[in-house]
């Protein structure tokens, strides 16, 4: 049965029947030609029983392994490798075929090589998943032939082999590295001028060229018979919180990836920059229910506990309950809070009507509405419009734009903070964002 089932014949096999064929066919005018057909088909007869016996005169002669990360990041390029080795005592062809998830809707994945005896081949791929969730990978599948190919045989490994797909773990380590960098400016994020101080104390230190006068101690001058300054630092350990709406306006996509999935990517990376500059991160996730609610805590292993809750989150075609948030927010979050709540607007009058639970929100707490530009819109609106309907098109397309600035200048006019932002740009606009609340010491 095993025999059977990993038995193939190989292409190149019919094309020797094509010779053959053609070989009888033109005996019926050259007659020397039927025997020399005759003996060919017995040659390939034996050819064949020759080539089974040179691929299952043994066991297990094709060893393949296919290695996976513990995790695959979301909307990210993630490798995979195989490696692959050969026992047979000739030049071996193989033909690898990795059953991808359902997922990637990809069936013509193939990759050909040929080994020599005891010959150790890797090969590298890559995939990028657009969606959270259990990827499972089916059977790595080896078909091997010796240099005759006429048959070949089956090998099969690692079937149903699961993992899970998180949200981009890689932009997490991104901005994780840059955010110690000095060169912040090449990826976009600003070097925000500090506007005086924060007053959190730090240490009274001798005065030197360049330190603001303003912050003379004029007792420990008198006492040290020297200038003597005070000298502050950032407020730490401020609570933040991300505010992730899960309604059916985030279910739009982009570039394959819905605005909830570039929420949450932006939400992992903005979480590990917070921690790194000790501040507290919590997490709330909401639409008709609130769906998930983590405190905000100031501990480097809270990282996971937010990874684990955004690796679960998922969107549905309901309407978002801004009220419920507001009430939740009003109950949970007692300390003055940084809020960056991502959701989208698509019309100013969908904006207006949760004006008044922002607003509350904003009272209490420093509010930054986080939403989306239509890039699709932004590409219509800059190309060139040859006849009367695209013209119509670029019109409808120039007026969501507009209502989009318009719902911008609506919120800064009651004094919330706004982001208004490409999909794409979503985690440097957030850390900017982030960055220029606490060197203004607003929060």
Not at 111 to 134: A, C, H, M, N, W
Request: aromatic residues 12%.
């Amino acid at each position: 049965m095993n025999f059977i089932r990993s038995f193939y014949i190989h292409n190149i096999f019919f094309r020797y029947l094509a010779v053959l064929s053609g070989c009888f066919v033109l005996s019926y005018w050259v007659k020397p030609l039927y025997p020399i057909a005759w003996l060919l088909t017995l040659l390939l007869i034996g050819l064949f029983l020759f080539d089974i016996f040179l691929l299952y005169a043994s066991g297990q002669n094709i060893k393949a392994e296919r290695k996976l990360p513990k995790k695959l990041s979301n909307s990210d390029i993630n490798p995979i490798k195989i490696t692959f080795e050969t026992r047979y005592v000739f030049r071996t062809y193989v033909s690898i075929i990795d059953e991808l998830p359902l997922q990637f809707q990809k069936r013509d994945f193939e990759f050909k090589t040929s080994l020599i005896k005891g010959e150790k081949k890797q090969f590298d791929y890559e995939v990028r998943p657009v969606d959270r969730g259990e990827y499972i990978f089916g059977n790595l599948i080896v078909f091997a032939s010796s240099p005759l190919r006429i048959i070949k045989r089956k090998y099969s490994f690692q079937k149903d082999q699961m993992v899970p797909v998180y949200p981009s773990i890689i932009q997490m380590q991104q901005f994780d590295f840059l955010a110690i960098s000095k060169r912040l400016t090449t990826i976009g994020l600003k070097k925000i001028r500090r506007i005086g101080h924060t007053q959190e104390f730090e240490q009274i230190k001798e005065y030197v060229q360049g330190d603001d006068i303003r912050t003379l101690n004029w007792k420990a001058t008198a006492k040290q018979h020297q200038l003597m300054v005070n000298q502050y630092q950032d407020e730490k350990s401020q609570p933040i919180y991300s505010i992730i709406d899960t309604g059916r306006v985030m279910k739009m996509p982009f570039n394959e990836l819905k605005l909830l999935d570039y929420s949450i990517n932006s939400c992992l990376a903005f979480s590990n920059v917070t921690l790194k500059r000790n501040d507290k991160t919590g997490l709330i996730a909401f639409s008709k229910n609130i769906e998930t609610y983590v405190p905000a805590v100031q501990k480097i292993t809270h990282l996971n506990t937010i990874l684990e809750k955004l690796y679960n989150i998922g969107t549905a075609f309901t309407d978002s309950d801004f009220g419920l948030l507001y009430g939740h927010i009003k109950r949970k979050i007692t300390h003055r809070s940084l809020l960056l709540l991502y959701t989208n607007f698509e019309h100013i009058s969908a904006l207006r009507r949760q004006l008044p639970y922002l607003l509350a929100m904003a009272k209490k707490h420093v509010l930054v509405v986080i939403f989306f530009e239509n890039s699709e819109l932004e590409k219509l609106i800059h190309t060139d419009a040859e006849d009367m309907q695209a013209i119509y098109h670029k019109t409808i397309a120039e007026k969501f734009s507009l209502d989009k600035k318009l719902m911008q200048k609506e919120l800064e006019k009651y004094g919330i903070q706004t982001i208004l932002t490409k999909p794409e740009e979503l985690t440097i606009k957030a850390i900017n964002k982030y960055l220029e609340i606490k060197a203004r010491g607003i929060l």
